[in-house]
Nanobody, 122 residues
């Protein structure tokens, strides 16, 4: 059984910072590409940033220069450092990951976390 658990969300003032964590647990052979998504009320879920197993990164234009995605492979954890937060960053943030479970003979499967709320307000 594999689980993705997000943490680190909360309420911050504009200009503040938060660091989100996405921790994968279970019998994991490899944690491959991982992405952070967010969904605000009345809007579609959008990709915020992603990172490959080779450490290549990609960011939505709206967060470039403010957010940084990184990973700690030993901990099967991916982080999203969010600086200079704006009210429009308010959303539920979800972790999405491709994970190989048990053996390399099985294909990678896609998993979603439950989400963590980020609210930016004065």
């Amino acid at each position: 059984q594999v689980q993705l658990v997000e943490s680190g969300g909360g309420l911050v003032q504009p200009g503040g910072s938060l660091r989100l964590s996405c921790a994968a647990s279970g019998n994991i052979f490899s944690l491959n590409a991982v992405g952070w998504y967010r969904q605000a009320p009345g809007k579609q879920r959008e990709l915020v940033a992603d990172i490959t197993s080779g450490n290549n990164t990609n960011y939505a234009d709206s967060v470039k220069g403010r957010f940084t995605i990184s990973r700690d492979n030993a901990k099967n954890t991916v982080y999203l450092q969010m600086n200079s937060l704006k009210p429009e960053d308010t959303a539920v943030y979800y972790c999405n990951a491709w994970i190989v479970v048990l053996t390399t003979t099985l294909p990678a499967r896609n998993y979603w976390g439950q989400g963590t709320q980020v609210t930016v307000s004065s």
